[in-house]
């Protein structure tokens, strides 16, 4: 049930902002929104008496919309109830009626917390920090192709093409931090910051990146649920945005296979709980043994959470080797070639970014996997191996998982990622991963019909 006073609270604020209409919203394992439509009216009663339920199968749901049931779903789907959480309230501001939305948590029927919620899971890693007295700082980076809306006979999106920006010229050149090539679609982007400001969502700088119709939008760095929860909204709004300006925003990490990939990186700190300092760094700005156990644990765990990283066959043509993206766990200062880069800047800016995740990741669990490897390292005390300060591209240690299937095979054999982020969790996450990979062979590929069709 509510807390006391905050029904009140939330119909206050709806009333206010003359809301018709309300989304209640969730993140499912693929970081696609899920939830309901429905009138104020009928919001505030069914938030008064837990009536805002879905079915648990939506945490068990494939990105084809299949349904995986094991010990922990099973195929009587019970009931779970949604919980608004009032600090993320906004008004969707595309819409003609007024409609406001809430991310909720989710809680089964005892009240005790869905540990299958993504966001669930996220919230469980901040409390491993908070009973250290720390608290994480991140900042996503998100890199996305701008793609032109040709569908299908049936309706779906097409081969992979380029668009074409307001003057009508087609994009086809790599214009690495152009001002012309944003330029190009400045209508589309002053649409973007204009949701996002409307949304309370705090994006800052936007740049060309290298890949055909490529881009990149920084968020500012928060606590990380929020973060996430910026990050998840932002996914929404960047695909409408495109969508009304007739292309498509894809977040696909390798939609180009001999292009550059879209990534998903993300800077992250921790402060002392109380003085609110970067524990990263002493008072002389060196990095302090905290820092580098959190790197050590980024490298050591690192490939056993790649399904959170990397979570889908796709993943992995990224992650092939120059063009930007990393193959292995080396860190260094100023370097991007290597998986782990520490970013120039004085000690309280002291950060480390992981270059890994892809921007096909669930961005709750991205960020949730990333701050437990350095958390694992920092309470474990590890060291890392030395700052690498050449190329590191070419180095044959610290490799990360090359396809899903030995992602999935490290990550199942890892007992303490299982552990901190729940075995129903894991269990559940792998399983639905496998029913994508055997969906997936079950389809014939553009390499398949040339090579094989006609020619075995």
Partial sequence: MPKNGENTEIEQWLNENNVQNVEVLVSDLAGIGRGKVMPAEKFIKAHGTRGLRVPDSLFS???????????????VEEDVHLVPDFATAGLVPWLESVTAFF???????DGTALGLSPRQVLKNILSLYAEKGWEPIVAPEFEFTLLARDTDAEGAAASPAPPRGKSGRLIVDRGVLSID????????????RRYCNSMGLPVDALVQEAGVGQF????????P?????????????MKWAAVQHGL????????????FGNAMHIHQSVVDAETKLNIFADEDGN?????????????????????????YSNSYLRLSGHLSSPVNTHWGMENRSVGLRVPAGGGASRRIENRIAGSDTNPYLAIAASLLCGYLGMVEGLKPTPPVTGSA?????????????????????????REFLGEGFVTTFLDVKKAEIKARSNVLSPWDTKFLLTNV
Avoid: W
């Avoid at 090539?181 to 973007?192: R, S």
């Avoid at 649920?225 to 709004?237: E, H, N, S, Y």
């Fill in 248 to 259: 498509y925003a894809s977040f696909m990490a390798k939609p180009y296979p001999g292009d």
């Fill in 61 to 75: 749901m494939t990105v084809d919309c299949e349904f995986i049931t094991n010990e922990y779903i099973t195929a």
């Fill in 225 to 237: 649920l929020r973060m996430a929860d910026v990050a998840f909204q932002f996914k929404r709004i």
């Fill in 216 to 223: 990149e939008f920084n968020v500012a760095h928060g606590e």
């Fill in 393 to 417: 591209y070419d180095l044959t240690t610290n490799g990360l998982p090359q396809h899903i299937h030995a992602s999935l095979e490290a990550l199942e054999r890892c007992d303490p990622l």
């Fill in 181 to 192: 090539g944003i330029t190009e679609f400045g209508p589309l982007f002053d649409d973007v």
């Fill in 103 to 109: 991310i909720c948590d989710v809680r089964k029927e």
């Fill in 287 to 311: 990095d302090t043994g905290l820092f580098t156990a959190h790197v050590a644990g980024l490298q050591k765990y690192a490939a056993a959470a790649m399904p959170f990283f990397a979570p």
